[in-house]
């Protein structure tokens, strides 16, 4: 038997997510040695990730937690800089495959069949005169949103079939990533009863109504708007159950079954406790909204400060006065709509190889 298990995340990031899944992982292992895991000794942690993901905050964190939980066994973290959309390690090697809030981007390298203007057509730029204040309206394309959705059930296949490729026999794949709830539909109802919720991907909105008022306003050009383009797609859980659903399917020819299809909701590490609005004031309702819209700047300002630092003629006071611009609009924006209960609806898929 193997002394060896190999795990891999796949659109790891800062690494956050990751290091909690080693440390059940390596937990798991550790305390069950005895009985179905006597062989193992090593646990061999891969992070993937586009090659300009700077990966040493990941491994310097999930090699602290290690040492702070005492794991007993040793543990190996790497890194491997490839699109997710291609084959990022040998055929066969891994036990375990994961990505955990990343399956919802799409390969921007790729572009969209019969729009030129690819991501961007659904920012449909009007200026409008909505109580003397400027707004951006986003209108529906059912062309584009037709493209946009093939192109994402492809991408969706050849995400699987790669995972599938490189997963053992018995091998396990799970993915958690923002979910698509059809409104009207019995989850919707589920999930929204009584709350109105925030969540990142709305947030990134925020972010995209914020730059493009900068631009109407003549305080960013373009080009730096056009790098916050959202190029992600949310999937509902009968798109993301599809391929394994189809028995002529690459995934299925592939040899990965489906185990376990649901919806899931994951709050916010910090994220400030759900209330109803019947019991709240208007005034409280700011309040909760502008304290969330704190806690969403810890993460959402670093990367906006590195988009806006890619353009060469901005020094950096000039860059975080502009940073701070997009977030005190973001806040405004979130207090607009009355967000208390910041959370994500996922979807949760659980595939074996076999």
């Known amino acids: 038997a193997t002394k060896t298990f190999r795990f891999c995340d796949f659109g790891a990031a800062d690494g956050y997510s990751t290091a909690i899944l080693v440390q059940r992982i390596a937990e798991c292992v550790a305390g069950e040695r005895g009985q179905r ?4 000794r090593e646990l061999d942690v891969v992070l993937e ?3 300009q993901n700077d990966f040493r905050p990941a491994i310097n964190y999930i090699e602290r937690m290690l040492e702070e939980k005492k794991i007993d066994m040793d543990v190996f973290v790497s890194s491997v800089g490839r699109s997710y959309f291609r084959q990022c390690l040998p055929s066969g090697s891994l036990s375990l495959s994961s990505s955990l809030l990343a399956a919802h981007y799409l390969d921007v390298s790729t572009p969209l069949k019969g729009f030129p203007s690819g991501y961007k057509l659904p920012l449909i730029r009007r ?13 529906g394309d ?43 539909s019995e989850d919707y109802t589920r999930f929204s009863t009584g709350r109105v919720e925030c969540n990142l991907y709305d947030a990134w909105w925020h972010v995209a109504t914020a730059l493009h008022e900068l631009a109407i306003a003549g305080d960013i050009d373009g080009t730096e708007e056009d790098n916050f383009v959202l190029s992600t797609y949310r999937r509902t859980l009968g798109e993301a159950k599809a391929p394994f659903l189809d028995s002529t399917s690459s ?3 592939a040899g990965l079954q489906l185990l376990q299809a649901e919806h899931v909701v994951a709050k916010h590490p910090k994220s400030v406790n759900s209330e109803s609005l019947a019991n709240l004031s208007e005034e409280e309702i700011r309040s909760k909204t502008l304290e969330y819209s704190r806690q969403a700047e810890t993460f959402l300002a670093p990367m906006l400060r ?19 611009k997009v977030m005190d ?9 009355k967000w208390v209960n910041p959370s994500e609806v996922l979807f949760l898929i659980v595939a074996e190889k076999v």
Not at 127 to 139: F, I, S, V
Not at 150 to 160: N, Q, S, V
């Open 251 to 253: 995934v299925r020819k």
């Open 306 to 324: 590195v988009g806006l630092s890619k353009a060469s003629h901005r020094n950096e006071d000039e860059v975080d006065g502009l940073v701070r």
């Open 127 to 139: 200026l409008g005169e909505a109580k003397g204040k400027r707004e951006l309206l986003q209108l």
């Open 49 to 51: 990730d586009q090659k």
């Open 37 to 40: 895991f006597e062989a193992l």
């Open 329 to 337: 609009r973001v806040a405004g924006l979130m207090a607009e709509k």
């Open 142 to 184: 059912t062309a584009w949103m037709d493209a946009l959705k093939k192109k994402a059930a492809r991408e969706w296949e050849t995400f699987l079939v790669h995972r599938a490729a490189e997963l053992q026999v018995g091998g396990q794949l799970l993915v958690a990533t923002i979910a698509n709830i059809p409104y009207g």
